[in-house]
């Protein structure tokens, strides 16, 4: 399983705000390392969202944020658009600076 | 503009050595704050971190992969080779390389297309 824990599945309807979890431990997110947020569309490759919490990079709309709280991270998604049905993972760092990704959260729009 | 493209077998037999190789351009691997990573991704799987090499030459190896991995780069190519010996079934999986920037905590930005690798006798 991995490091990080992330809901399976959310849904939204169009318009509405949905948020993913993606909990660590004090080894990760909680020893204060970053968390960037991915977007994976079906059949591609992943896409940074967010980076160091709450960046994004540019191209990605407003719509998407980022937050932490302890061991744990979110990403919000408002007014949520059928394009953004996705699968959404959460990455980190571990103390020995080794990568760790989330078990991934598939998005749908209802 | 930042590119990035892996190669390598699209099958191997069970405990083979694969041997991944990341082509890029638009950047160079002597610039400082600049890394490639590896990540794979097993059919309908999770995203799994594997390594990653930085501008110093500093590497990075996921734990429980450390001991079949090797990641090396070769600036004058404008190259990154991943190896992973020992192939098992359960290496199957579609892997990328990716850009890293450290100044945003090692984020991976940029992302190739992915290859797919199927590990079978």
Known sequence: ?110 | QITLKESGPTLVKPTQTLTLTCTFSGFSLSTSGVGVGWIRQPPGKALEWLALIYWDDDKRYSPSLKSRLTITKDTSKNQVVLTMTNMDPVDTATYYCAHGVRQWNDAFDIWGQGTMVTVSS
């Open chain 1, 1 to 110: 399983q991995s490091v990080l824990t992330q809901p399976p599945s959310v849904s939204g309807a169009p318009g509405q705000r949905v948020t993913i979890s993606c909990t660590g431990s004090s080894s990760n997110i909680g020893a204060g390392f970053d968390v960037h947020w991915y977007q994976q569309l079906p059949g591609t490759a992943p896409k940074l969202l967010i980076y160091g919490y709450n960046n994004r990079p540019s191209g990605v709309p407003d719509r998407f944020s980022g937050s932490k709280s302890g061991t744990s991270a979110s990403l919000a998604i408002t007014g949520l658009q059928a394009e953004d049905e996705a699968d959404y993972y959460c990455q980190s760092y571990d103390s020995s600076l080794r990568g760790v990704f989330g078990g991934g959260t598939k998005l749908t729009v209802l």
